[in-house]
């Protein structure tokens, strides 16, 4: 299988994640937090050591990484808290439905209204002054995604992030297609950044991370035992506790913490680089081809993650991802949750076939990719 | 002469890590234990170290560390 669906969730994962997850079971197998006994202080401690990782890569203190997940809780977490009592939110046309959905369901309640920014593909800066122009009394939150898992645009999300500070506005940075490839951390701005830790951070599925500036604490999502202040009915205020009620993904938290010190290690650079290689390769290969139409400009450096959506002429996303996989090509067609970017872009009708390039990803698995597209095309 | 190390309690598993490393790099020996039962309100953990008690607290003050209580223990 050639693997270009590293925006769902990268693939394969360092054998470090691998270890870290089959260690887990073997040697931190008792509750962390919660006892006193040898394993269970073994299991906090590496536990503590996967947080302090997360928190040093995001620039923040240990106690400020909150474990989810998923990117999709610590977006609902946030935004869900932050409206709680009405107002309006400004996000992005090209936000994805984990952000789309949560804000769309509190506006049907009445109290809650939201606008979205208009991020032109051709000049993305020009979306802060979208969100600025968008911005009213009543505005207690405003979100933006890193960027686009659909087209690949990267968002100017540390103006908006300055923008924000000037209006005094909690800002939540949807960090989903940008964790361990952009330079994200809580010094650019962010009130909070949600993160998923099987993308990027190459840890395992079902894991996620909320970065917490800690100057504005939402309310938690859930509530229950924290292994301490165990005789208050009260949720216990502390970070991360505040948060993460019942038993941790311990096996998921161990495996994202060896991933966020593979991407540590490697270089964020040197990951961005190796992947927009490939997807510029990958992009003007199609480009010369006949009966493609490609749906965004091309993936460069600065301006976009390594991502783009094509189609085979007279055929949806779907079809045309469906092509591909019978030459054993794994990559995602549809509309990739994200109705707003296909809106704006008007593929609403057909979807897109969507390739993403990882930080496993070959130049000459590309070069593959590209002859089998070529022969598809050839035999319709 | 009796030596004596101080309990410092902290509800959270995390903070009290975050507090045993910031008292071993001030040069202290410090160790997380589950919290024997001294906390009022319930389950937690303290750190055990040698030191000064006001100067640790303070240390630990200064890092944002917030102390419930502390008991002093012979070593």
Redesign the interface.
């Known amino acids: 299988m050639l693997y270009f669906d590293n925006a769902a969730t990268t693939f394969p994962k360092p054998p470090e994640v691998l270890r870290a997850v089959n260690g887990s079971f073997r040697n931190f197998g008792a509750n962390?937090?919660?006892?006193?006994y040898p394993m269970s202080?073994d299991t906090?401690?590496e536990v503590?050591r996967a947080?302090s990782a997360a928190g040093e890569f995001f620039g923040a203190?240990?106690?400020n990484v909150i474990f989810t997940r998923n990117c999709t809780e610590s977006l609902n977490l946030v935004i869900l808290s932050m409206l709680k009592e009405g107002g309006h939110c400004v996000i992005s046309d090209l936000e994805h439905n984990s952000v789309l959905r949560p804000v769309y369901a509190l506006s049907r309640g009445g109290n809650v209204s939201f606008d979205c920014a208009e991020v032109p593909l051709s000049e993305p800066e020009a979306a802060v002054e979208s969100y600025r122009n968008l911005i009213r009394p009543d505005t207690k939150l405003v979100v933006a995604t890193g960027a686009s898992n659909v087209f690949g645009t990267l968002l100017p999300v540390k103006k908006i992030a300055a923008l924000c500070a000037e209006y005094g506005i909690p800002f939540l940075l949807d960090a989903a297609q940008v964790a361990g490839s952009e330079e994200i951390s809580l010094a650019d701005g962010y009130n909070f950044i949600a993160a998923p830790g099987h993308k990027g951070l190459l840890g395992p599925m079902g894991t996620g991370l909320l970065i917490l500036k800690g100057d504005v604490l939402p309310d938690p999502l859930m509530y229950g035992g924290t292994?301490?202040?165990?005789?208050?009915a009260g949720q216990?205020d502390?970070?991360?506790?505040r948060y993460e009620s019942g038993t941790l993904n311990v096996p998921g938290i161990l495996g994202l913490g060896a991933g966020v010190n593979w991407v540590k290690r490697t270089g964020r650079d040197t990951i961005r680089k190796r992947e927009m290689e490939i997807a510029e390769y990958l992009y003007d290969a199609l480009s010369e081809m006949e009966r493609i139409d490609l749906f965004a400009p091309g993936p460069a450096p600065g301006k976009s993650t390594p991502v783009l959506s094509f189609a085979i002429e007279g055929k949806t996303g779907e079809e045309t991802s469906a092509l591909l996989m019978r030459q054993g090509i794994a990559s995602r067609g549809g509309f990739h949750c994200a109705a707003l970017a296909h809106r704006k872009m008007g593929t609403d009708d057909r979807g897109t076939c969507r390739l993403s390039v990882g930080p496993m990803n070959r130049l000459s698995e590309a070069e593959s990719a590209v002859r089998k597209i070529y022969a598809i095309i050839k035999s319709l | 002469m009796i030596l004596k190390e101080t309990y410092y309690l902290i509800s959270s598993v995390t903070t009290a890590m975050k507090a045993e490393n910031i008292l071993q790099q001030a040069g202290q020996r410090a160790m997380v234990f589950r919290d024997p039962g001294i906390n009022p309100v319930g389950c937690g953990y303290v750190v055990r170290a040698t030191g000064e008690r006001e100067k640790m607290l303070d240390l630990l003050w200064s890092k944002g560390i917030r102390v419930s209580g502390t008991k002093e223990v012979e070593r």
Not at chain 1, 32 to 36: E, L
Request: aromatic share 4%.
């Open positions: 962390p937090g919660r006892s006193g202080m906090a401690r503590y947080r203190p240990p106690e292994g301490s202040q165990s005789l208050m216990p502390e970070l991360p506790e």
